[in-house]
């Protein structure tokens, strides 16, 4: 690790003994002079609460954000509030996060490869007026205690004892005598890192709408929306009495909550509070958070509850897209997608903010441009991506949850067999993600930095290959009945076509960056290998008289396996109609209406649908309302987005359903970058007869861009935007090959 970054000299300390309480660390300094800037450069593993003085500094969650740390240890500097000339105090508090979890689970987070000491880096610099430096760094003078905070676990909760409150503690003047000095620690294993992907903070509050009681005498607390966060609980108790808050996306029969889950080995999403006396209180858990829309609190008969509040925690990203249209559910669906997002923000894209909040890659892919046309995710995704080079082994192997502690590997010697192969669809993230991040903020950098890389997994994604064709995956997970599942994988041969499109789909993409960093040697070497990957695709699942692909012979007709030939252009050309026509048929006539994939299929299917002229055919999935879709879901109250199609789901809070939401954007508003970071558009919009008007906007680099469209009997009326320094196509979608150009500026017409 290199400490230069602390470049005076700040060390690493940590506790002489351990305890599964936190640890508060506290300092006093003083000033001498007038003050023009005051820096800090902190990093607290697994997670700290800094303050000054008295005040806690920022109102962010999880800093500094997890990783793997025998790799990685990221850091903050934070600029603080201006400090008067003389005495002040510096007080951090330690959590655990992923870097030292004590609850045992499924993935191992309580057993990591990296070494799970608590500790802490800290280095204030102060610059005075009159051009001179000062330093406060940690050191072994430093003392710390216990604090309040008794145990802190991201899955199982909080729990907190007042009693333990030092009261002033971060503050001038504390007697500390009867603390311990801290001592030095090893430094941890990963490079030192400066955090710039932002904090995950509050960013609104929410109340609740009903009051239930349970059938054993606790109260059970609704909220309007399934959301992710931690609650402020403001009681009154008597000394060493307690409250028990327990969050949850479910109610049993009796109004309690259901928070059972077996991968965790422990009571689910539990804070507790223990009050030190008679005096009001006002709680927030600072080293967890929760998914939830009921919070059940069980508390002792001296307990009053005064107020429950509700706080949504995400990372703090800037809102850049809008959309919405003449259909209320498809104004719903785009609401619930992001609200799916968001809830799974949490430093790296997580599956569900109650059950596992972990990295999973193919969740993350397929909404990936949801995400960017939304909000600006550029430094949250692209540190993500370093997650993704500190995860690979040397083979070129990288894990399906990332960060990992060691779980998903071909080399583990625990988990889930299924996921430890090579997993294209999923491994596809790292593809996939920084091809997005380029197009929609154009910069190279990423490609050129993690080329080798993805250079490194094709390779070994080859190694597993029998003739191009890969033989591990999930397939379309989570489709119509489980149908992709008998025992763990019910339909194996279908896994592996869709793992050998994805084969394609790197190949393909990584011929590209090829050619955007000036390497045409291996731009001609990975479109050789995608031009084989392609026959061989064709070669064993393409029935040239039918135009249709299957996994095998005898099967059932799948819409995913055909989606995806059509998605990824390999289908051959004079065939595109006959698959077209088929997936059609198999959608309108033998599904009555309905999709009938996974999350790969679903993420393709209403793109394929458009492009080949079944615009109509494609909206009337957005307004079905029956089994299976997201109307479904909605007419059902669904207030986020489930993790399968059927009610009876795990979570009620999955983003990977939610890829519909870009196509609300690209497809419905026509808004279509065709060079990195906007640069130039196509605007090419569609209008389903079922839909009156639509509109969107994407802040781009350059400015607004925005679309809107109204149906008057039979012409449409356009409204565009064109951002400055913009290059626009319009392309007329009800008059096929009518295009024309848009400068830059406000653009009305009818067509």
Sequence with gaps: MDLRIFNCRAQWITMADDDTASPLFRKEFETTRPISK??????????YIISIDGNRIG????EPRFSNYSKSVYYNSIELPPLDVGKHAIGVTLGRSRRSMLTRNTWGWHNPPWDTTRQLVVQIDIYYENGTFACIRSDETWKYTYGPVRFDC?????????????VGWDSVGFDDSAWNNAIFAREPEGRLVLQESPPIVPIRKIKPTKILMTGKGSKTYEFAENIAGNIVLKAKGSKDSKAVIRYGEKINDDMTVNSEYFNIHSPLQEDTYTFKDDNEIEYCPVFTYKGYQYVEIVSDPHVRIIDVTGLVYHNDIEKRGKFKCSSALANQIHENSIRALLSNLHHTPTDT???????????????????????????????WMNDFADSQMPNGEIPPIIPSPNW?????????????????????????IINNLHTFYGSDDLIKIHFGNLE????????????????????????????????????????HLSSTAYYYRMSDILSKFATIIGNIEKAAKYEKISKNIKKAFNDKYLDIKTGIYSPGKDLPYRQTPNIMALAFGLVPEQLKFKTVDALV???????????????????????????NG???????????????????????????????????????????????????????????????????????????????????????????????????????HLSIVIPPATDAIFCNTRKKGEEFKLNPGLHKFTI
Excluded at 59 to 62: G, K, M, Q, V, W
Excluded at 601 to 610: A, E, K, M, P, S
Excluded at 655 to 672: A, I, K, P, T
Aim: proline share 4%; aromatic share 16%; glycine share 8%.
């Design 59 to 62: 109102n962010a969650i999880l």
């Design 353 to 383: 903010p109650i059950y596992e909040k972990n990295g999973w890659t193919g969740d993350a892919q397929l909404t990936s441009l949801v995400a960017m046309y939304n909000f600006d995710v550029n430094s949250l995704y692209s540190t």
């Design 585 to 611: 048929h198999d959608i309108a006539v033998t599904r009555n209406g309905h999709l009938w994939t996974g999350i790969i299929g679903t993420r393709y299917i209403l793109d394929v649908l458009t492009d």
């Design 408 to 432: 998903g590997y071909t080399s583990s010697d625990f988990g889930w067999e299924a996921a430890k192969p090579a997993l294209p669809a999923w491994d596809a993230a790292y593809f996939e």
């Design 614 to 716: 079944y615009s109509d055919l494609a909206f009337s999935l957005i307004e079905c309302t029956t089994y299976p879709s997201w109307g479904y879901w909605l007419r059902n109250g669904a207030t986020s987005l489930y993790e399968t199609w059927e009610l009876d789901t795990r979570s009620r809070n999955h983003h990977m359903f939610g890829s519909v939401d870009s196509w609300f954007y690209e497809y419905l508003c026509g808004l279509c970058p065709t060079a990195p970071g906007f640069a130039s558009v196509k605007i090419k919009p569609y209008f389903p007869t079922q839909l009156s008007e639509a509109s969107a906007s994407y802040y781009t680099g350059f400015g607004e861009l925005s679309v809107s469209w109204v149906r008057v009997k039979e012409q449409i």
């Design 154 to 166: 991201l899955y199982a909760g909080e729990k907190y004892d007042a009693n333990h409150e030092a």
């Design 38 to 47: 005051v820096i800090c450069k902190v990093s607290g593993l697994g997670s």
């Design 456 to 495: 490194k997994y094709l390779e070994y994604l080859s190694s597993c290959a029998d003739d191009y064709i890969v033989k591990t995956g999930l397939g379309d997970w989570l489709a119509p009945n489980y149908e992709d599942h008998s025992g763990e994988l019910l339909q194996p041969n279908e896994n």
